[in-house]
Protein backbone atom coordinates (compact mmCIF):
# COMPACT_ATOMS: atom_id res chain seq x y z
CA UNK A 1 0.00 0.00 0.00
CA UNK A 2 0.82 3.33 -0.77
CA UNK A 3 1.95 5.35 2.98
CA UNK A 4 0.47 8.68 3.65
CA UNK A 5 -2.55 8.38 1.64
CA UNK A 6 -5.16 6.94 4.67
CA UNK A 7 -6.58 8.59 7.79
CA UNK A 8 -4.75 7.89 11.12
CA UNK A 9 -6.76 5.48 13.41
CA UNK A 10 -6.74 5.88 16.91
CA UNK A 11 -8.74 5.67 19.97
CA UNK A 12 -12.09 8.30 20.11
CA UNK A 13 -15.23 8.47 23.08
CA UNK A 14 -18.05 8.38 21.64
CA UNK A 15 -20.61 10.14 24.01
CA UNK A 16 -24.40 8.97 23.49
CA UNK A 17 -27.05 12.16 24.87
CA UNK A 18 -29.99 10.28 24.48
CA UNK A 19 -28.50 7.38 26.55
CA UNK A 20 -26.03 8.92 28.76
CA UNK A 21 -23.52 6.30 28.01
CA UNK A 22 -19.81 6.69 26.29
CA UNK A 23 -17.96 4.32 23.95
CA UNK A 24 -14.51 3.89 23.78
CA UNK A 25 -13.28 3.04 20.04
CA UNK A 26 -11.12 3.47 17.72
CA UNK A 27 -12.10 6.19 14.31
CA UNK A 28 -10.25 8.62 12.48
CA UNK A 29 -12.82 11.22 13.50
CA UNK A 30 -11.15 14.56 14.87
CA UNK A 31 -12.24 16.55 17.68
CA UNK A 32 -11.48 19.35 19.31
CA UNK A 33 -13.14 18.37 22.32
CA UNK A 34 -11.18 16.21 24.95
CA UNK A 35 -12.72 14.27 28.17
CA UNK A 36 -10.49 11.40 30.52
CA UNK A 37 -11.58 8.03 30.49
CA UNK A 38 -11.85 5.83 33.05
CA UNK A 39 -8.04 4.28 32.50
CA UNK A 40 -6.98 8.08 33.25
CA UNK A 41 -5.91 9.06 29.42
CA UNK A 42 -7.46 11.63 27.70
CA UNK A 43 -9.06 10.86 24.58
CA UNK A 44 -10.91 13.08 21.64
CA UNK A 45 -14.38 13.25 22.41
CA UNK A 46 -17.40 13.33 20.08
CA UNK A 47 -21.22 13.89 21.04
CA UNK A 48 -23.72 11.86 19.22
CA UNK A 49 -27.66 12.45 19.32
CA UNK A 50 -28.15 8.44 18.93
CA UNK A 51 -25.86 5.43 19.37
CA UNK A 52 -26.81 1.92 19.58
CA UNK A 53 -27.59 2.60 23.33
CA UNK A 54 -30.94 4.85 22.06
CA UNK A 55 -31.68 3.53 19.26
CA UNK A 56 -35.29 1.80 18.90
CA UNK A 57 -34.08 -0.89 16.84
CA UNK A 58 -31.17 -2.03 18.97
CA UNK A 59 -33.31 -1.51 22.25
CA UNK A 60 -36.55 -3.03 21.39
CA UNK A 61 -38.61 -0.05 22.46
CA UNK A 62 -40.56 2.20 20.15
CA UNK A 63 -40.98 6.14 20.64
CA UNK A 64 -43.15 8.03 18.23
CA UNK A 65 -41.39 11.28 17.50
CA UNK A 66 -43.92 13.74 16.42
CA UNK A 67 -42.29 17.04 16.57
CA UNK A 68 -45.03 20.03 16.91
CA UNK A 69 -47.58 17.70 15.52
CA UNK A 70 -46.39 17.44 11.59
CA UNK A 71 -49.23 15.87 10.26
CA UNK A 72 -51.79 17.86 12.03
CA UNK A 73 -50.62 20.86 10.57
CA UNK A 74 -49.69 18.79 7.31
CA UNK A 75 -53.45 18.35 7.30
CA UNK A 76 -54.57 21.80 8.40
CA UNK A 77 -53.13 23.41 5.90
CA UNK A 78 -53.87 21.18 2.83
CA UNK A 79 -56.87 19.26 3.86
CA UNK A 80 -57.10 15.92 4.18
CA UNK A 81 -58.49 13.94 0.58
CA UNK A 82 -60.15 10.66 0.30
Known amino acids: MRSGIH ?3 RPVVFRDSAA ?3 FLTTSTAR ?3 TIEWADG ?3 PLIDVEI ?3 S ?3 YTGNTRVVDTAGRVER ?3 RYGRTS
Open 7 to 9: PVS
Open 20 to 22: DTA
Open 31 to 33: SAR
Open 41 to 43: NTY
Open 51 to 53: SSA
Open 55 to 57: HPF
Open 74 to 76: FER
